[in-house]
């Protein structure tokens, strides 16, 4: 199928700088909102103890 003149304009038309700054404010605006989600979930308690075990092997290893 051909393309119109109208067809190339549309493809090739690049976003405003505005519409650019509104796109990347949206994209960290949802990042952050991801973000704080995990940080506020905190660290599940079996990682916890996981971890604190492995502490306590490195410290006993060290003697």
């Known amino acids: ?3 119109g003149p109208a067809d190339k304009s549309a493809k090739t038309k690049k976003p ?3 519409q ?3 796109a990347n404010a949206m994209i960290a605006s949802k990042l952050r909102g991801y973000y704080d989600g995990i940080i506020d979930e905190g660290t599940p308690s079996h990682l916890l103890d996981l971890l604190e075990r492995l502490h306590d092997a490195e410290s006993k290893a060290k003697k």
Do not use: I, L, W
Request: proline fraction near 0%; aromatic fraction near 0%.
């Open 1 to 3: 199928m051909a393309e």
């Open 16 to 18: 405003s700088e505005a």
């Open 20 to 22: 650019r700054q509104n």
